[in-house]
């Protein structure tokens, strides 16, 4: 699984150019998921987006995380984060899973954060097309990839 957070003050997410959800403060979470991926997988990186230590404490550091901020996640399935550009200008997106396994493993991410973090989370609407605004917040943004755990 491959996801790319960002830190944010403000992030709605579009389908047919009505408003499908949005958030205030928190992280919208751009989730790419491959064939490989596993339960462990789902558990480690829910664990990682919720305690991670991107939001500012009193004194202006990147200290408090999700929960000790009191914000908001969005969770918006993003298979182009999966691209491989190695060969040619054209992305391949040889990595991504087929659409029933991901389905699965998505929603099944989607329930797990939420256990971990403790309430609802936004989402889209899995496979469609979406537009998103947002007000990146820092600018914070963090990659992470479950197969290249640093």
Do not use: C
């Amino acid at each position: 699984m491959r996801v790319l957070i960002q830190r944010v003050t403000k992030a709605r997410l579009i389908i047919n150019n009505e408003i499908e959800s949005e958030i205030d403060k928190g992280l919208l979470v751009l989730l790419a998921i491959e064939e490989s991926d596993k339960k462990e997988d789902i558990l480690w990186l829910s664990k990682k987006i919720v305690l991670l230590r991107i939001f500012d404490d009193n004194n202006g550091v990147m200290n408090k995380n999700i929960l000790e901020s009191h914000g908001q996640i969005m969770i918006v399935s993003q298979f182009t984060l999966l691209a491989s550009t190695k060969k040619g200008n054209r992305p391949f997106y040889s990595k991504a899973a087929k659409y029933e396994i991901a389905f699965k493993i998505y929603e099944n991410f989607i329930i797990q954060i939420e256990k971990d973090f403790g309430e609802s989370v936004k989402t889209g609407i899995f496979g469609a097309y979406m537009q998103i605004e947002l007000i990146n917040d820092g600018p914070t943004t963090i990659f992470i990839d479950t197969k290249n755990r640093e």
